[in-house]
Each structure stands twice: as structure tokens, then as C-alpha cells.
């Protein structure tokens, strides 16, 4: 069974970072393509980044460009989100979900994560 | 990297069918065939539904259908059910390895 864990979320003030880290198990984590989507509460979803699955391929949403760095440790079967300068519209649930392919090109997120939520507050 | 555009609502009776249409541009939607949706009940993480604009992960029902023309593609439930109540989303590949989704479709089952 394909389990995604995210975690380290909280509350955090403007400005400052935070590290999401998510822990994949029950497949062959190496195979595919990881992203970040995060949903503001009673809102829609809106891709974040994506990473193929040798981190040949990287992409990033404009909103978050130059501040958010998406990495993964195949070895630990882990993919993480660097959130820097922190603002109040990054506050959001942030899920972790897997590809069904090893490119980011190649959109369809077959398994989620329950997410992580993040909230940036003075 | 603009929205996708849906519909903020839809609905339809039991044993109807609805479909649920998801514009783009041709740098997205109409520029490639990775066009997936998603359905979403409340406090609930989504779900795949359909992939590269037509295709049904295992699992889905029949019921669920996906087509494209131009830079429109669309969502059709057939036969809908009282758990076919949720809300739907599109994404898109959108080149420069980006992913943009629709702002999403409330589902009314009446």
C-alpha cells in the first residue's frame, strides 16, 4: 500500500523558514515523480513544485519561485519543501503526492499524502 | 501560469449525467495531452480520476469519462450517484515542467 507522510508543519512567523519533509513507502520511490500542492482552507488546490525522479527536472509556481526549493533523498524515500521568506499567503495545507510517471510532465497525482499545514502568522 | 478555468458549480439529479468543462490555453490545456481531474469530499485529501485526459486509474468506475477538444477539456459522470457529491478539479501540464490547476467544481447531487 502507497503511504505518503507528511511533516513539518506549523505555525510560523512572516519572514522565517520552514522545512516540510514527506515519507514515502510501498512503492519504488525512485520511479517516479514527487510533487508539492498545497489548498488553502475552504479553497482550491494550486501546484506548488514539482521534482522528476532523479531531480534532473525541477519546476516551481511563480507564487513561490525564488523563495521554496523542492529536493528528494531517494535513498530515504523522502521528499522535502525549503519554504524561506515566508508570507501570509503561503498559509495553506500542503500535500505531498506521488506522479504515475517519472517525469513532472506527465501530471496525474495518483496517491496523496493528508498533508501538512502550514501558517504564517505574526 | 494562470488558472485553469471550471465552472464554480454543477449538478445534476440520481441516473443523470453532468459534465464538467475546464478551459485553458494552448500552452496548457490545448498544448499537450496531460490533462488529469480529481475528486475532492470535504476534509479529504483528492483523488485521481481520470489521466492524460481520458485514461481511469484502476478503480474508478466506468461512470467517469474524460475528453478534449482545442483547449477545452471536460469531465463527464454518467449515471450519477449520491456519493458522486464532491468537489472536482482539473490540472494541466503547463511546459517549463509547471503543473496549474482549475479553481475547482462544487458537484451538486440533488
Known amino acids: 500500500e502507497v503511504q505518503l507522510v507528511e511533516s513539518g508543519g506549523g505555525l510560523v512567523q512572516p519572514g522565517r523558514s520552514l522545512r516540510l519533509s514527506c515519507a514515502a513507502s510501498g512503492f519504488t520511490f525512485d520511479d517516479y515523480a514527487m510533487h508539492w500542492v498545497r489548498q488553502t482552507p475552504g479553497k482550491g488546490l494550486e501546484w506548488v513544485s514539482g521534482i522528476s525522479w532523479n531531480s534532473g527536472s525541477i519546476g516551481y509556481a511563480d507564487s513561490v519561485k525564488g523563495r521554496f526549493t523542492i529536493s528528494r533523498d531517494n535513498a530515504k524515500k523522502s521528499l522535502y519543501l525549503q519554504m524561506n521568506s515566508l508570507r501570509a499567503e503561503d498559509t495553506a495545507l500542503y500535500y505531498c503526492a506521488k506522479g504515475y510517471c517519472s517525469s513532472i510532465s506527465c501530471t496525474g497525482h495518483d496517491n496523496w499524502g493528508q498533508g501538512t499545514l502550514v501558517t504564517v502568522s505574526s | 501560469q494562470s488558472a485553469l478555468t471550471q465552472p464554480p458549480s454543477a449538478s445534476g439529479s440520481p441516473g443523470q449525467s453532468v459534465t464538467i468543462s475546464c478551459t485553458g490555453t494552448?500552452?496548457?490545456?490545448?498544448?499537450?495531452?496531460?490533462v488529469s481531474w480529481y475528486q475532492q469530499h470535504p476534509g479529504k485529501a483528492p483523488k485521481l480520476m481520470i489521466y492524460e485526459v481520458s485514461k481511469r486509474p484502476s478503480g474508478v468506475p466506468d461512470r467517469f469519462s474524460g475528453s478534449k477538444s482545442g483547449n477545452t477539456a471536460s469531465l463527464t459522470v454518467s449515471g450519477l450517484q449520491a456519493e458522486d457529491e464532491a468537489d472536482y478539479y482539473c490540472s494541466s501540464y503547463g511546459g517549463y515542467n509547471t503543473v496549474v490547476f482549475g479553481g475547482g467544481t462544487k458537484l451538486t447531487v440533488l
Open positions: 494552448s500552452s496548457d490545456v490545448g498544448g499537450y495531452n496531460y
